[in-house]
């Protein structure tokens, strides 16, 4: 079944408001390649001005985090409302620094993938292993239980529209990124999970990237991959030129 291929940027805590718009400016047209989706996920304070920007072309904006419940008592929380409000349509969950950093269980991370569907946004569920993960043979069991996680009470065609981000940790921002074939390894399996959670039909239909020191260097080589579907991309994700050969690297 044909997936159409996704490039996803990361931004993390990086960029201004007036940088995010010039950033957007420049990858205007470029960044807008035929068969393949394009999603800038900035920091909140980004989001008005880049969705606004984002009008009319083809490249969809993304936050980086929601908050599970849609309003309350929880200060400095950003709910799945106010993003779906705003326009924004994909939202990263799960991110492996809001794991480690935030405190984010499976448990958690699931409460929001159920809050993005609610209001209409995609979320992109990130798993991933740490290096003693891999080291004791963990990898495809810690992925497997953070993937099962995170689709729990899910229908199969909620699953389907899901996109997985397949980041292992340690490839994160060292610039040591996994192999392709290791990649294609571990992915294939996540994509085996979703069939026994659901069926064949949605296992096919669900994308699944990789992340973890993508750069335009070795974007084509993931993507040549039978069951890596795109990338998501922190650091080459900041820059114009770069951010526009990562969505080319996905044709
Ligand atoms: O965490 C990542 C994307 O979410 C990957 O970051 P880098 O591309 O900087 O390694």
Not at 40 to 53: D, G, H, K, R, S
Not at 112 to 140: D, Q
Request: one cysteine or more; aromatic letters at 8%.
């Amino acid at each position: 079944m044909a997936r159409t291929p996704i490039i996803a940027g990361n931004w993390k805590m990086f960029k201004t408001v007036s940088e995010a718009v010039s950033f957007f400016n420049e990858v205007k047209g470029g960044a807008e390649v035929d068969g393949v989706e394009s999603v800038i996920c900035a920091p909140f304070t980004n989001l008005p001005a880049l969705v606004e920007a984002a009008k009319g072309t083809k490249i969809a904006i993304g936050a980086q985090n929601l908050h599970f419940e849609d309003n309350g008592a929880y200060t400095g929380e950003i709910s799945g409302v106010m993003l779906a409000d705003l326009g924004v349509k994909y939202v990263i969950v799960g991110h492996s620094e809001r794991r480690a950093y935030f405190g984010e269980t499976d448990e958690i991370v699931n409460k929001k993938v159920v809050a993005a569907f609610k209001h209409g946004l995609t979320p992109i569920l990130c798993v991933g292993e740490k290096l003693e993960e891999r080291e004791a043979g963990e990898t495809k069991n810690v992925c497997k239980v953070q993937t099962e996680g995170g689709l729990k009470g899910l229908s199969a065609e909620q699953a389907a529209k899901t996109v997985i981000a397949y980041e292992p940790i340690w490839a994160i921002g060292t610039g040591k990124s996994s192999t392709a074939g290791d990649a294609e390894d571990v992915i294939a399996y996540i994509r085996e999970v979703v069939a026994s959670l659901y069926d064949q039909a949605t296992a096919d239909a669900v994308r699944i990237q990789y992340g973890g020191s993508v750069k335009p260097a070795n974007v084509q080589e993931y993507m040549g991959q039978a069951n890596i579907d795109g990338a998501l991309v922190g650091g080459a994700s900041l820059e114009p030129a770069s951010y526009i050969a990562l969505v080319e690297g996905a044709k």
